[in-house]
């Protein structure tokens, strides 16, 4: 019987890849480059192979003694290889199966649409990967997952939609909610995750738009003019969607306050107007839901009062909470680094500026206990991440900045007493804070 043998070589061949662990490697091309994708990608793997070091997330050197590289490459980064970590331990080179994404970054900047007055914008649009955007993913810190779970979900929509799904028979949508407190990052997670996904997809989807309506100038004084935006507006979106190879993001940021609208209006307390802005809009988005290539990122700063004809709609909801203590040390912790890497903060002398031990390993005492100075600064950076709770993350990343501004003496700054003075700044903020 041939069959069966048929099968168990296929299971065995299979079994040999399932072991090996995918991990997303991203490159971004220069500027200047006009390097071929299909040059490239090869040329990554084989530095990769050669490479026999241990797969741990973040930017890895680009060679300088291969000279195509160094001439077309400006940065490579090793994405999601930690959560590979946590299941297999080190992850090693023989382990992996790295998958080599090749982008070039958009430089246009956003393209803004102007109504008839001048003043009010209705949209904003980026060709992703933009430039703008570089980098955002990774400085936005949440609880271990989050990120991940977003990306995954889009990912799988993405091929249910690129395999052909028949939806009358397994559903699924392209609508993603994320709600929370506001500054905890929805709105720049939102751009993060689109700009992840145009890299990861680029070359199912070559070109990638980012279009980010601006739900605050629908409910313009010029209400009669709101319903000719709405129109125009999905009008061009219809028309990128229509195109196989474009990939569309529509961002509709803070919902609620089209939910609020719709609501007053139907309490009779707002212009009719406002109600047909909304119902357009809600239309809109459910006519573009059937097509293929388009996904919709919608935030809102409410859980509560939101719209039920909103949250309906979404597949995903995720709740972005202020961050966690783990959260909070990573990005003082990146703020710190920053500040070193600047000057403006004083390195500790003989020591790499990139060893500051994240949370994980403080937590885990994998720190060598020898080296006291950076025991204390561990110490002094776990202080501070603790007074700064219930702070907003966007609240975090202005705090070294009112920090240093307090500062007697700012041009003598020994990274330990700095965290001091941002753990007093840290109190004095959250005083200040609404009950
Ligand atoms: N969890 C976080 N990790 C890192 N930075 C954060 C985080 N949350 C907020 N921030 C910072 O706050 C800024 C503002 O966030 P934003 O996306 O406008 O929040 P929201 O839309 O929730 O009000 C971000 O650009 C980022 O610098
Ligand atoms: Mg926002």
């Known amino acids: 019987m041939s069959v069966p043998m048929e099968v168990s070589s296929v299971h065995g061949s299979d079994a040999a890849a399932e072991d090996k662990v995918l991990v997303p490697v991203e490159v971004c091309l220069k500027s200047s480059s006009a390097a071929r994708v299909d040059d490239v990608r ?62 070039q970054l958009s430089e246009e900047g956003p393209c803004e649409e102007l109504t008839t007055d001048g003043q009010l914008s209705s949209f904003h649009e980026w060709t992703l990967p933009a430039k703008e955007f570089d980098g955002m993913w990774e400085s936005l810190i949440y609880e271990p997952g989050l990120k991940k779970r977003l990306l995954r979900y889009a990912q799988s929509a993405l091929l249910f939609t690129e ?51 601006n739900a605050h100038s629908l409910f313009s004084k010029w209400f009669s003019e709101s319903g000719k935006l709405v129109a125009r507006l999905f009008q061009k979106i219809q028309e990128m969607v229509e195109e196989d190879n474009n990939l569309v993001f529509v961002l509709i940021d803070e919902v609620e306050s089209l939910a609020a609208a719709r609501k ?95 949370y994980a390993s403080v937590q885990g005492r994998v720190m060598p206990v020898q080296d006291l100075e950076m025991a204390d600064l561990c110490n002094a950076l776990v202080e501070a991440a603790d007074a700064c709770e219930g702070l907003s993350g966007r609240s975090l990343r202005k705090l070294p900045f009112l920090t240093h501004a307090s500062l007697a003496e700012p041009q003598w700054c020994n990274p330990v007493k700095f965290l001091q003075k941002m753990t007093d700044t840290a109190k004095r903020e959250r005083s200040e804070l609404p009950d």
């Open 163 to 213: 395999k052909g799904v028949d939806p009358f028979l397994v559903s699924w949508n392209r609508i993603i909610l994320l709600h929370g407190p506001p500054g905890t990052g929805k709105t720049s997670l939102c751009k993060a995750l689109a700009q992840k996904l145009s890299i990861r997809f680029n070359s199912r989807y070559p070109q990638c738009q980012l279009i980010e309506v």
């Open 42 to 103: 090869p040329a990554v793997e084989r530095m990769l192979e050669k490479r026999s070091l241990s797969y741990t997330d973040g930017p890895i050197r680009v060679p300088t003694e291969d000279a195509f590289l160094a001439e077309n490459v400006q940065s490579i980064r090793i994405c999601e290889a930690d959560e590979g970590t946590q299941e297999h331990g080190v992850l090693l080179f023989w382990q992996v199966k790295p998958v080599v994404h090749v982008f």
């Open 264 to 358: 007053s209006a139907l309490s009779g307390s707002e212009p009719s107007d406002s109600i047909r802005v909304v119902n357009a809009l809600l239309t809109q988005m459910d006519k573009l839901k059937s097509s293929p290539n388009v996904v919709i990122l919608t935030t809102s700063n409410i859980t509560a009062a939101i719209d039920i004809a909103f949250v309906d709609r979404a597949d995903i909801k995720a709740y972005v909470g202020p961050p966690t203590l783990h959260a909070r040390y990573e990005i003082l912790r990146s703020c710190l680094l920053e500040l070193m890497r600047t000057g403006i903060v004083s390195n500790i002398k003989e020591l790499d500026m990139f060893s500051i031990p994240s």
